[in-house]
């Protein structure tokens, strides 16, 4: 081949790997049917990749003074509609496909996973004579159902010498309603077949996440890192079925890399990402957040714990008023305690008969206003919702909302985030203010102070831009434009 023609060829690679890296980037898309249809459709590579059986929360407006309504979804456009199951505020529930009206404030949260044979979903919602209403899609929300806060929790060292302490464990979990994401040693020296029959139980009575937690549990640097990182995801596919929510078809996804001893290294970091794992989970604590999204890499960087539940000599916390407290904080910042624990040394220590872990498992759970969720299913969820610049409106069929502030992105933010408001036909030519308060409503900042015309527009708040800064804590935002008003909180960590 010529330079020439093989300069060509590169360069056609480039471009394709360029378009291919859009494409992903476009991982979701909604558009109105007639204005009272929607459909949502996400990537079929990144659908592939992922299986996206665990349901989203879309937010959907619907006609003001509506009540008695019904919501539906279906897959294909000759599918027969199916009706969702209506929740209220006053239900516990979490992960499944359902709808909660909120009439208030016009809109509805319809929550519903894809169907593994395609790509796209659609919803329709109904009056009481069946009728279908004028909706419009407003955005993928942060949390499943939109709830205020997030709960998750992960165990280590699942293989048959511990595995008596994990079914003890898991008991007591379940019982509260707490999913846990147990890291799993795979290799057949760790994990015996009657290990992986005790898993595969623990897996059918639910609240369980089955992950890697390497094959052999080794200290870094680890001579084949491979066998440890592709291996034990192979091992846990080859020896367990799955549950439906971990499936695509036949296809079964391993969302999470448990890292032995918490030990990260380069080598590690790029096997976790050709493996197609979502995120790696490490020890470091007061881990509260997101971690961000690394495009390179395909996945998200390594995430910490909020606190290990144990004993001191395991690094652990077990002073009920440390959990407890640091829990209400995590909550109302809106963020996510992440409850990490070794089922062995919870058993070692007789922590079980201790009072402070039933305690404080009961203080945590079975809230209505928070997800409980397994930590890949968290992630997986977060794949779609961490940007919302991936979701395309289709502008040409959608009403653009008249007044729309959305949430901040990155929230918690340091030192800069992004805050997106919409202003309608009928509500443009008017001055439009956006400013931020502090929790004691001082006034920190104007971002903006203008007349608008109609559009969507994205601005940009960066606290080193304040003179003396700002510390850690909550702040609101607040759009203005003649008699509208709409406030968000956000929250500010250093």
């Known amino acids: ?79 027969n509609w199916s009706q969702l199951s209506e929740k209220t505020n006053d239900d516990f529930f979490n992960g499944i496909d359902a709808v909660r009206f909120d009439y208030a404030n016009n809109v509805a949260y319809v929550s519903a996973a894809f169907h593994a044979a395609t790509d796209s979903l659609f919803i329709k919602i ?52 707490l999913w846990v994401t147990a890291g799993i040693v795979t290799d057949s020296g760790w994990c015996n077949d009657l290990t992986w029959q005790q898993i595969q139980t623990q897996l059918n009575l639910g609240y369980v996440e089955a992950t890697s937690h390497s094959r052999n549990h080794l200290y870094t640097p680890y001579n084949n890192t491979n066998y440890e990182v592709q291996g034990s995801k192979e091992d ?49 604590e007061q881990y509260y957040i997101f971690s961000d999204w690394e495009e390179n890499k395909n996945k998200f960087a390594p995430v910490g714990i909020t606190y290990e539940m144990g004993e001191a000599s395991w690094a ?41 872990v039933i305690d404080h498992l009961e203080y945590i759970s079975n809230r209505k206003n928070i997800w409980y969720v397994a930590l890949g299913h968290l992630y997986l969820y977060h794949l779609l919702e961490y940007d919302d610049p991936n979701v395309f409106v289709n502008d040409k069929k959608i009403n653009v909302p008249d007044f729309n502030l959305a949430q901040n992105y990155p929230n918690p933010f340091n030192p800069s985030t992004k805050i997106k408001f919409t202003i309608g036909e009928s509500n443009q030519e008017q001055l439009v203010t956006l400013k931020v308060f502090d929790v004691l409503g001082k006034e920190i900042a104007v971002l903006v102070n203008e007349v608008k015309s109609a559009g969507e527009y994205e601005i ?20 203005n434009s003649g008699n509208l008003s709409q406030t968000k909180k956000s929250t500010l960590i250093k």
């Open 1 to 79: 081949m010529n330079t020439f023609y093989f300069r060509i060829f590169i360069l056609m690679i480039v471009l394709s790997l360029s378009i291919f890296s859009q494409s992903l980037n476009r991982k979701l898309s909604a558009s109105n049917i007639s204005g009272d249809e929607i459909v949502i459709a996400v990537n079929s590579t990144v659908h592939e990749n992922y299986g996206f059986k665990y349901p989203y929360t879309y937010k959907i407006t619907i006609p003001s003074g509506s009540s008695d309504l019904k919501a539906y979804r279906k897959f294909f456009t000759s599918m």
């Open 126 to 177: 109904t009056d009481a004579q069946n009728i279908n209403v004028g909706i419009n899609f407003i955005e993928l929300c942060r949390y499943y159902d939109n709830r205020d806060a997030v709960v998750t929790c992960t165990a280590d060292d699942w293989h048959m010498s511990f595995s008596n302490y994990f079914i003890e464990s898991l008991t007591y979990f379940r019982q509260y309603n």
């Open 236 to 284: 846990i596919i080859n020896n367990l079925d799955l549950p439906p929510q971990f499936k695509k078809g036949e296809k079964e996804y391993v969302y999470i890399w448990i890292a032995p001893y918490g030990q990260y290294n380069d080598s590690i970091d790029y096997y976790v990402s050709l493996n197609q794992y979502l995120t790696s989970r490490l020890t470091n």
């Open 316 to 356: 652990g916390v077990h002073d009920l008023d440390s959990l407890n407290d640091t829990f209400d904080m995590v909550i109302e910042n809106g963020e996510i305690y992440h409850l990490m624990f070794h089922p062995h040394v919870l058993n070692q220590y007789n922590s079980w008969n201790d009072g402070y």
């Open 460 to 479: 940009d708040f960066n606290v080193s831009s304040i003179a003396g800064g700002l510390p850690s804590g909550v702040y609101f935002y607040q759009l």
